[in-house]
């Protein structure tokens, strides 16, 4: 469990110390307080991913050269100071220089917030990026595909937007980023299948145990292998001055009773299925790792109806620590706050 976050210069917050309570909090107050600043400190201290921005630079208070995160658990405190664009990550006062051995051991993290009710709606890069989130924590492997993987992206893309680009350096990049993306792809495909029964399971526990069907599949750009279809599309790819297929423009099928839920569920459907993703997260994670994951919940309880909501809080794994942010209590009604509570006023805790 974790019990002590501090941060200096980390978003809104100069300096904070806080003991946090064994099975998490309720943190209560107005928005832009920085409720979901500190949700979003505890995630990256166990991720190194931010979801809410892909630029450290950004974590960092307006003015501030830097920020440091210091994050105390039963086995272990983490400790991550960025400064210069450089990333100083220990555990136990012991520097790791790897982000795999910084991250072993780090107890799984699921995060649910606004954004993530559009994940059936909105965008596929929003389940691209839900994908990437849950699969870095899954395999270690995932991460180091996804980044080379992304790396080479970003240097071909460039190669296409040149008048005149090198054929020989445009063919080593195609080459690495098929080899990563080809392995990325499998890995999805891998995750998918195990997240497949947790979602089901979730979904029918908030739906308040409904017989709609609801399917997840795996939509790839291509069916070739990826090197071949990298180079079959490469004079489009000029043309055009970017790369058009591949694993950063695939998506996930989502489907209830045979439909794409995206154009034809009701609103509360898309948001049960949005949860039951969030929450397989956490189930997924803790049957691979063992460990009782961090729930991360920003916001959105206030937006659910009752039902939904009682069904939501009672499917949460028991043994989780959990920090919920709100901005008011009376989504409760009568009912006592399930978790400590906490105010939160001008990046201070009350």
């Known amino acids: 469990m974790l019990h002590t976050l501090r941060l200096r210069d980390f978003r809104c917050y100069k300096r904070l110390n806080w003991e946090i309570p064994s099975e998490g909090a309720l943190l209560l107050g107005s928005n832009a307080q920085g409720k979901t600043s500190l949700l979003e400190a505890i995630c990256v201290a166990l991720t190194l991913h931010s979801p809410r921005t892909a630029r450290l630079d950004r974590l960092a208070r307006h003015g501030a050269p830097g920020f440091g995160i210091s994050l105390g658990a039963d086995s272990d405190t983490r400790r991550l100071v960025w400064q210069m664009r450089q990333i100083d990550m220990r555990i136990n006062n012991h520097q790791k220089q790897a982000y795999a051995d910084y991250l072993a051991g780090a107890p799984p993290v699921a995060w649910l917030g606004n954004r993530d009710m559009a994940l059936v709606y909105g965008a596929a890069e929003q389940r691209r990026d839900f994908m990437d989130f849950l699969g870095m924590q899954w395999h270690p492997l995932y991460r180091t595909h996804l980044q080379a993987y992304r790396k080479a992206l970003r240097a071909r893309n460039l190669l296409l937007r040149n008048p005149h680009p090198r054929k020989d350096v445009l063919q080593s ?60 599309c490469l004079e489009n790819d000029l043309r055009v001055g970017y790369t058009t297929l591949g694993p950063h423009r695939d998506d996930i099928d989502l489907r209830i009773d045979g439909q794409i839920a995206a154009n034809y569920a009701s609103e509360g459907q898309q948001r049960t299925l949005a949860v039951a993703l969030v929450l397989a997260q956490a189930s997924l994670l803790q049957a691979e790792t063992g460990l009782a994951p961090v729930l991360l919940i920003d916001d959105v309880f206030g937006e ?45 805790l009350q």
């Open 173 to 232: 990049y195609t080459s690495v980023l098929a080899e990563h993306g080809e392995k990325l792809i499998q890995l999805r495909f891998r995750l998918l299948d195990l997240l497949r029964p947790h979602v089901l399971q979730h979904h029918r526990a908030i739906s308040g145990h409904s017989r709609e069907e609801v399917t997840l599949n795996y939509l790839t750009t291509t069916h070739a292998p990826l090197n071949l279809a990298l180079e079959n």
């Open 304 to 348: 659910m109806d009752p039902s939904r909501r009682k069904a939501m809080l009672s499917t949460l794994p028991p043994d989780s620590q959990t920090f919920i942010t709100t901005t008011h209590m009376d989504w409760f009604g009568a009912s006592s706050p399930p978790l400590p509570v906490r105010r939160i006023e001008n990046a201070s």
